[in-house]
């Protein structure tokens, strides 16, 4: 008798400490996936506000359109974003005429679609042909 006793209080004990360790162990992952959630969505907000601070300032860039003022001018915003890789202008069919990676194009690459369009109208190519060899000049 006493040996069945202690072989349930032991298994009673184990079950019980499973449960209690799977419960501690969802609240953790639960807790951090929230956490991860949390950060993605700063990101996210970071990156768009970011971007539209980029676009605006490029719309309002006071040199020449692709001049090398200007593409100079894009390099020091690429410079010091966070997020962007590349700005410069492109035409209304999507193509590049300059950007601060590629400079000024002496080949238009190919017209593109934009990967997608935000509900404010932007639109957002997430990789866009890289013609490098094309290149007209190095652009100081």
């Known amino acids: ?4 006793a202690t072989i349930l209080g032991a298994v009673c004990g184990i ?5 209690i360790a799977r419960d501690i162990t969802a609240w953790v992952t639960e807790t951090r996936l929230d956490q991860y959630a949390n ?9 768009a506000a970011e971007l539209r601070t980029a676009l605006a ?3 309002i860039s006071r040199y020449r359109s692709c001049s090398s003022a200007d593409i100079g001018y894009f390099r020091a ?32 690459p190919g017209q593109t679609q934009p990967d997608f369009t935000q509900q404010d109208g932007t ?10 060899k094309s290149r007209t000049e190095s652009v100081g």
Request: net charge negative; charged share 20%.
């Open 1 to 4: 008798m006493m040996l069945a």
């Open 15 to 19: 079950l019980a400490g499973y449960l």
């Open 39 to 47: 950060r993605l969505m700063a990101d996210g907000e970071a990156s």
């Open 57 to 59: 300032a490029v719309d």
């Open 77 to 108: 915003l690429i410079f010091e974003s966070e997020y962007l890789k590349d700005a410069g202008h492109m035409r209304d069919n999507g193509a590049i005429e300059c950007s601060a990676a590629l400079g000024r194009l002496a080949k238009q």
């Open 123 to 132: 639109v957002i190519y997430k990789t866009h042909g890289c013609p490098v």
